[in-house]
């Protein structure tokens, strides 16, 4: 995933990629229309012209974005979260991986360790997307495994229980010193926390009361806006009325967006890459396992 | 506990799951009443009608906007960090399970600290919910023990106190190297941590003097704001009013309710459904204790 | 410590308990009587009627909530972290009881140990009030000790000597496994953290200018406001003043309460309750200790 | 790094250094050009003289406030934490050097180990800056491990893998005591969790949609703000318009910067001088593995 | 350090101690001096009189508000972790000594440790102000150590390598347990922690640029303030406008000082009143180990 610059500031007016315009789009011609009627009646009689000042929509607009914003925040705070288990899975798969050359006395163990670690990966990111993970176990695990696994409610949890019970074989036959054992279990430890700390993110939304509060109260105000501003915008009133509902529309479905991190949308984690990057440099580890530790080539200096 | 995508927006406008509206309904009706009598008013003469601007209102507004937006954020996070808490039980309870498997060399020895785990998320629910815990102790603790276990002040500590005992008993029989035993001690403290921090969120509430102070603006200002509306707003100041207020009083509602994350409002912490998931997990893994585990199958790849 | 529902929002409008208003009830008074002022010369010629208008007013009430919600977020931080803080401190106190009798294989070393559990909360209590420890340590240690103890700047940090004096005696008698003795001193580096963390936090308050400005800020804008308000509001000026203020001060007078959180106001922590329920705990393990632990009773399930 | 202070208020207004006017020079020239055109129309009559009033602008300001505080907190909280991450491998690399002097028994290993530290600091900089890491690494590895460093995705965790290996070959030759290898091991992991942190912040921004939606509002509001402005105004109009564009271009176009903490503006974080204080410190330790410890000199006190 | 209670609210409106009036005094004089302008110009015709009217002032304000809020919080934030921080250098030296009498079983080699560490804290408190720290030094350190520490870049992590140095020896010469090592070897990790997160806070501000905004924008709204509300507020328009200024120049230097914790302001960081506190304490400690641990006095109870 290179590093992607902002673009310049006159394209950016005009991005479409990442965009919530599609959206909202419906929401903003309604807006739109309800500004068009709002002008025209503000120049019949009463009852026709409810005639009221835009004060009530200043300090309520305001107070609303006090609300949107707390909204915001705790949606990104969702999302960053998200983000930062998943960068967890990552560094604990690695370190898995090293510790698994470095203090597994037996390739081959070391190797199966790192084939179970893939797994997790996969099975984890299955797990919180609730897709089928029986493809892309099939490579790492036998087909009892896979049943065995597939049969739980968590199947990664069951994949950690396999790490977990190799480590212990490993422990009896002699090759790795019990006193170097707990800083393996602690990275089977920090896998496990990452999982269930994923799946609270995943199945644990904000209360939905929040959303319905902020929901109901955005489109009440951005509805009524353009009465209280026909009289004294006139023409410009639909114009107006779209470009000031359209920050407040736009954030809060972007807030809709990211509060579940672990969806479809374009702002949501790339899980399917990260899980890819993960297998690629397992893979890796895992063909240093398979040739043997290369020697140590000392450097002169 | 499926995944919940958000519902159309239209139809969010109308949702009535999770709704407060209920618990707020008198005050909007008195709002509006006020409303409407602040209407008639201001076509009487002096003294009926005050006849002041809705100045005030606006600053008055907005700074309870930044006071109301303080509070929520901190029953919000009161909230969330129950909700971590929770889940890590889950994870320490799955942590104890796996390493009990793998750790302890005796499949019996597993077996029951398994069930003093399970022991412990029903403990603990019934702890911060301040019921009874004797039903659902009686599959997994002997009649006496039980008995010296909810005659404490905190039954779930006596639950871990047993577990640690077991564990205790395990080394004197030498079933697990002492040098593994830390792990699974920092398992309980883990466990330790999170019941003493729930019990902390559950007893000490937040400083009342702050709902008390926030309460009393919010009302003051919804009823006094009709009176500052009624001149410039004319005959809709009782729509006008009931929708300033709505926001206000909605949040202010949910603060008070989430702020109290073990309580028994719909946006709690559904404590009985995530101790179930906790035991249908370790029952799995009780169960694996009793087959013996089964041999290792390898993969071929 | 019940759990303490939300009253009733009506009755909540007149509360008593917690509320600040006695506090504030003079610089109330002086606002109103200033607003009676301000409404009065409003009607006489200029230099007694300054006749300015509320827009200055409008601005600066909001800024001045910006700031005031800043400082109210920083004294509550403090109060929690206090809160947290000794939560780790009952958290801690039980691992130590629990593992002295789970991992020290001598029953009166156990009882010792939580002997000196119990004078550690007492100390740190002491401490933090500044108040005298020698009553309430008497219990729990020898009169030399209680001397060496209260000679130096932080008593409960001796505390904490002497029951590493007493694992260490412990660990030189074989009566301790000296591979679990790091999760026993982890417990009293906790407790330290927590002695250390509570001090730093009693002894080291807010920026006094902080409370300065905002002080200097909040009065003058009280005090100038109903000026701003007389030709616009009229006769109901001290009324309308008093009510814009009430939040101002009170907020600010409830910050100055809760960022000392180890005082004597109603929303101070408890600590005496707290260090109570502390002794009641370990004094139960205590029994234990000296009953020798009871045979596990097994269940049949 | 020497501390720099606050240059004196009046020179400050005039700084040039860290401005980032050039960068928004054309976006304020516009808004001026804008708020002449706006001056003059305000004289024609309609359709020219679109004349509205200020009200609209005022209270979309102020949410637009809201939001672009929200973006500049986010953008501000990533920058600090890729400052902290790299405060960690300042810690750690120093912590695995010390360590590697007193607890390794070989003052060539040490030595070698050291050397991996710096190159770990080196590739982890080449690595976020996405430049060619083979100069900087060349005096601390042979040329083989260096082609099989740089093949692999993130060669600073290949380099962590040579460092573990170096160890595991100094536990097999006895030079290091079993039981003190784990605190070594955790260096590691913490260097690992710095490296995978960075990587992280470096290769996921922010939602790009956040930026578009701020970034377009901003521009329409500076836009749009000359033509609400110019009957209030008058002839300062675009002078007004211009100072009140300017927090808000500046300050999102910072936030673009800084949400980058690894890019090439000069408020980035100095990488390239942070690993040259690394690599002067660790030689500093290299230098004393060579000479061997010096004995220690007694203080007579 | 004996906690201060605030000052009753009328003397801390004129309270001195620690007021930044002295430093903003001219800035205020200026506003001021361009009020009294203002309202002398706002009598005279075009194009001495501007005319225009505080609606742009209004919102800007707010604005700024939001904008120095989130500048203030952050410095604020970096002042709370500095003090955090020499938290921990206060109670992992207190840790360290107290385990150096209990783990290590050679009271000449605790007494070196805790001399250590006391050296450790006057290296950093020198090192975070920049001074020497030679004296300091002296009763600690042999000259030839000394020498050795101040020639590298960071005394006291020179010095935590003395303190590793000794406790590799004590390693050797079999006074302390090898399972007993890491524990303390934890200390020494935080000890390290706490500097080069201190160094990071020291060397590393904010960015500049977000000052240079600021400070820029605080500057042009207050002096161009009184110009928009001479012609509502009149004779008052000085004084109105110094009082709007106040808390904006207050809490922008008030943010200025205390970014920088260890300056020399008097809200900076009390260090030298913490080395004195933490050399007190240890000073007690190394007393013990020379009179050898006195035997433990048994409490009847």
Chains 1, 2, 3, 4, 5 share one sequence.
């Not at 036959?173 to 609270?200: D, K, T, Y």
């Not at 489109?219 to 009325?241: D, M, N």
């Not at 672990?262 to 990260?274: D, T, V």
């Not at 893979?283 to 000392?298: C, E, K, S, T, Y």
């Amino acid at each position: 995933m290179p590093r992607q610059p902002h673009p310049h500031w006159f394209r950016m007016l005009f991005a479409v990629r990442g965009s919530v315009l599609p959206r909202i789009a419906l929401q903003l011609f309604l807006t739109f229309a309800m500004g068009c009627w709002a002008m025209y009646a503000s120049t019949l009689p009463w009852p026709w012209n409810l005639g009221y000042t835009p004060a009530p929509f200043g300090f309520l607009g305001v107070s609303l974005a006090v609300f949107l914003g707390f909204r915001n925040s705790a949606a990104y705070d969702r999302w960053w979260e998200a983000r930062k288990l998943w960068g967890l899975v990552v560094i604990n798969t690695r370190s898995l991986g090293r510790e698994a050359l470095s203090l597994v006395d037996s390739p081959a163990r070391a190797r199966r360790l790192i084939g179970l670690s893939i797994a997790f990966a996969h099975a984890m990111r299955h797990r919180l997307q609730e897709t089928d993970a029986r493809m892309a176990l099939a490579p790492w695990l036998a087909p009892a495994d896979i049943d065995a696994v597939l049969a739980v409610r968590s199947p990664p949890q069951a994949v950690l229980g396999l790490l977990s019970r190799e480590l212990a074989e490993a422990r009896r036959a002699g090759e790795v010193n019990p006193v170097l054992l707990p800083a393996m279990e602690e990275r089977i430890g920090q896998l496990e926390f990452a999982l269930g700390s994923c799946e609270r993110l995943a199945f644990t939304p904000m209360p939905f009361t929040y959303a319905v509060i902020i929901h109901r109260t955005v489109h009440l105000y951005c509805i009524a806006l353009p009465f209280g501003l026909a009289q004294t915008v006139g023409l410009l009133t639909p114009v107006v009325t779209t470009f000031v509902a359209y920050p407040f529309f736009a954030l809060e479905a972007l807030a809709q967006e990211i509060e579940d991190p672990f969806g479809e949308s374009i702002n949501a984690i790339g899980l399917e890459e990260m899980v890819a990057g993960i297998e690629r440099e397992l893979r890796g580890l895992m063909a240093q396992a398979d040739a043997g530790q290369p020697p140590i080539v000392r450097v002169a200096g």
